[in-house]
């Protein structure tokens, strides 16, 4: 028995709910059974590695927020172990009641999502990870003022929300969670965007509401803040924008990231030199500019790679209409087809892009006809494909060494 104990991934902890003060247990994963792998942009965790293969259906990001069956209060796990940061503790004080008061409802938006969360099991599938998140998001939004809120907790656990419906999109649901007299999850949700109508229903509505948490969250850093903090955030909101689709906003953060970062990078080459010069800095600081000289400029190119990937969705967004427009042109000269494209306001790449592909074909004098979307994906994604094996020839190929020509360069 110990020794299952010991074996097992969770660990269960007695805690009183922060809000009614009710003991209730509640569980984690033991971080030492599994690391995350893969990694997407924005921090989500696509696969982890488990010391045991039979724990791979584990998501440990189930148990971040945690529920009291109580007075349906959620947070996150670290509230209900005390560990609670004093400006939330001050605003939750003043909040309590009116939290208490509300989860009395049963037909309030607490009482109908909490009743379906169940936390004696010890597996917390998404769709009930994805409850206990939207009761937590519920409560950020709805018992604090605008000017009280914390984008830092919102912003957090909107996109933990979003990363859930990923999940689900992606992994698919074995269908078991079926929240009573409901025919389907979905249909469960849809019933509670009623009592809640800013509640997000997939993935693009929490990746929208948690950017605007995160760009108040931007906007609340001082000028001289950790610079390095605030160029992470601008990466983050350039990813949750272009998953979004609003892409005109993700390139701005692309534009951003490289106005700071060069201009703090020259700032801290200057203050270098000067420092240097004088004899007036210490070894340590020598080596912290020099570090962060080196960031800079990983996210400067991290950004310049980024803003040729969304130029590239924006064409393809826009290749459509673009075409469409272009077949109009008569003739289609690249001239006039860029000149036209300018006028409907296309993005530049995609005005370009396109009177390139209406140069004249060889032996014509006008080009007459553009590959349709589906064509131009499928010729790019063999060309990508191409490149790809190319350039994972050339490296095997330099690994190898080429002893052959080596010998005949000698003769
Ligand atoms: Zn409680």
Redesign the pocket.
């Known amino acids: 028995m110990a020794d299952n104990l010991k074996n097992s991934p969770y660990v269960a902890v007695k805690v009183n709910?922060p809000?009614?003060e009710?003991e209730i247990v509640q569980r984690y994963v033991k971080s030492k059974f599994y690391q995350p792998v893969d990694i997407e942009k924005d921090h989500h965790v696509q696969t982890y590695k488990w010391v045991d293969e039979q724990y791979n259906h584990i998501r440990p990001e189930n148990y971040y927020i945690w529920y009291?069956p109580?007075?349906h209060?959620a947070d996150e796990n670290d509230v209900f172990r005390g560990k609670i940061d004093p400006m939330w503790k001050g605003r939750l004080d003043f909040i309590a009641e009116k939290i208490l008061k509300a989860g009395k409802d049963t037909e309030g938006f607490q009482a109908k999502v909490g009743n379906e969360i169940d936390i004696t099991r010890e597996l917390i599938v998404t769709e009930q990870a994805i409850l206990s998140h939207l009761l937590a998001c519920y409560i950020q939004e709805s018992f604090l003022t605008t000017n009280n809120r914390m984008p830092h907790k919102a912003s957090r656990f909107f996109l933990r929300l979003a990363w859930l419906y990923r999940e689900r999109a992606t992994l698919g649901s074995d269908g078991s969670f079926t929240p009573g007299q409901y025919l389907s999850f979905g249909d469960f949700l849809n019933a509670l965007k009623y009592i809640w109508p800013e509640m997000p229903l997939n993935e693009n509505d929490a990746l929208r509401s948690a950017s605007v948490y995160y760009v108040d969250l931007l906007n609340q850093s001082g000028k001289d803040d950790d610079i390095k903090k605030e160029i992470t955030l601008m990466f983050l909101l350039l990813d949750l924008f272009r998953r979004t689709g609003d892409l005109d906003e993700a390139y701005g953060y692309v534009r951003s990231i490289f106005t700071l970062a060069m201009k703090r990078r020259q700032a801290t080459k200057t203050m270098l030199d000067k420092g240097v010069h004088s004899g007036q800095l210490s070894a340590q600081q020598i080596e912290q500019m020099q570090g962060l000289i080196t960031w800079l400029t990983n996210a400067i190119d991290d950004a310049s790679s980024e803003g040729d990937a969304v130029n590239e969705a924006i064409f393809w967004k826009e290749y459509e209409s673009a075409r469409d427009i272009a077949l109009t042109c008569n003739p289609m000269l690249p001239t006039k087809v860029v000149e036209v494209l300018r006028e409907k306001e296309f993005h530049e790449i995609t005005a370009r892009k396109v009177a390139n592909m209406c140069r004249p074909p060889k032996g014509k004098k006008v080009a007459t006809d553009l590959p349709t979307l589906e064509v131009l994906r499928e010729k790019d994604r063999q060309m990508k494909q191409a490149r790809m094996s190319q350039s994972s020839a050339d490296e095997q190929q330099e690994q190898e060494g080429t002893p052959e020509s080596g010998d005949s360069g000698a003769n």
């Open positions: 709910c809000v009614c009710k009291c109580f007075c209060f």
